[in-house]
């Protein structure tokens, strides 16, 4: 018989996790799921495995004595990169899902931009029968801050419009769909031309107020600045004052250092920003799971686990 494994689900959903993971039939796998960290720290001693949301794990982890792996239900983990906390088991993240999710809401902002949806819903309402010109996207320079997973599907999406690609990265390597690859050595160049320049970056020292107000300086005025990876990559004050200098056209941000954004942030108020709640890519139970499962698979056979998360690098 094999040996028992002992899994503490700390998430939102719980239950929805509980029952997926059930239903895979792992014999040699104890459940036990806890929605807040204080209900977790009567059962997480003797859990070799964790899966959840790294905020909620973050407490517990000093309780834990069998510790093995963690399985982050997130792309990201800043959580769980503080140096006071210990780092003697492998964190695994989620990848490979969110592209697709980010890409469909970068382009359904570029999209309703360049075709002058909000217009043309003005002039719905105000019974205005008024064409509006437009242009296409092919030939329209993206600037793809952040080349992992998800930058590179967004890269993938843009050519499917034509669009030429610049990216920036730590190293020079060739990517697909990207016609120009930068590194940091070369940042002011990347900033100064692309007409929309989206976020995929995680937060790490290097990368925190990358977008600060230098760098909004150097940007094109008519570039759109969308944020879907980490809200601490752009410095909010350099944001609202590039906005009310009209630095740059706009902006959409999905992420935000403080969450859920306070009520009286003066971001609410500042011009050309559209504001979303930190939801341009939801992590879906059931998509989570799959990559559970398979390095649960993985773990048993003593195999190495996919999406390893470097502590130093932090991602």
């Not at 104890?30 to 899966?51: G, N, S, W, Y």
């Not at 905020?55 to 997130?74: C, F, H, M």
């Not at 030939?139 to 999406?157: D, F, H």
Request: hydrophobic share 40%.
């Amino acid at each position: 018989m094999n040996a028992i494994n002992r899994l503490l689900i700390l998430t939102e959903a719980p239950g929805t996790y509980t029952r997926l993971i059930r239903g895979l039939e792992f014999d040699d796998l104890d459940i036990v799921a806890c929605h807040t960290a204080e209900e977790a720290r009567a059962h997480v001693t003797d859990c070799e495995i964790i899966l959840g949301e790294p905020g909620r794990i973050a407490p517990v982890l000093d309780s834990t004595e069998n510790l093995k792996w963690v399985q982050s239900t997130y792309a990201g983990v800043e959580p769980l990169m503080d140096p006071s906390l210990r780092r003697d088991y492998i964190l695994t993240n989620i990848r490979g899902i969110f592209g697709p999710l980010m890409s469909e809401y970068a382009f359904a902002y570029i999209l309703s931009l360049e075709r002058h949806v909000f217009e043309a819903r003005e002039n719905q309402k105000n019974r205005c029968w008024q064409a509006i010109s437009y242009r296409p996207l092919a030939g329209i320079l993206i600037g793809i801050c952040g080349l992992g997973s998800i930058g590179r599907y967004v890269a993938a999406t843009a050519k499917h419009f034509q669009m030429e690609v610049w990216g920036f990265k730590r190293s020079e390597e060739d990517v697909p769909g990207v016609d120009r690859i930068f590194t940091r050595k070369r940042f002011e160049e990347f900033l100064a031309r692309p007409e929309y320049m989206v976020i995929t970056l995680p937060e790490t020292p290097e990368t925190r107020h990358l977008f600060d107000d230098h760098a909004f300086r150097l940007m094109n005025p008519s570039a759109v600045l969308i944020n879907v990876g980490r809200g601490a990559v752009v410095s909010e004050g350099a944001l609202i004052r590039a906005l009310r200098g009209k630095q740059i056209r706009g902006a959409v941000m999905d992420v935000f250092e403080t969450e859920p954004l306070p009520k009286e942030s003066p971001l609410w108020e500042a011009p050309n920003l559209l504001i979303t709640p930190h939801h341009a890519a939801v992590s879906f139970p059931d998509r989570v799971v799959e990559i559970f499962a398979e390095n649960y698979r993985r773990f048993v056979a003593e195999r190495s686990l996919q999406y390893v998360v470097d502590f130093e690098r932090g991602y």
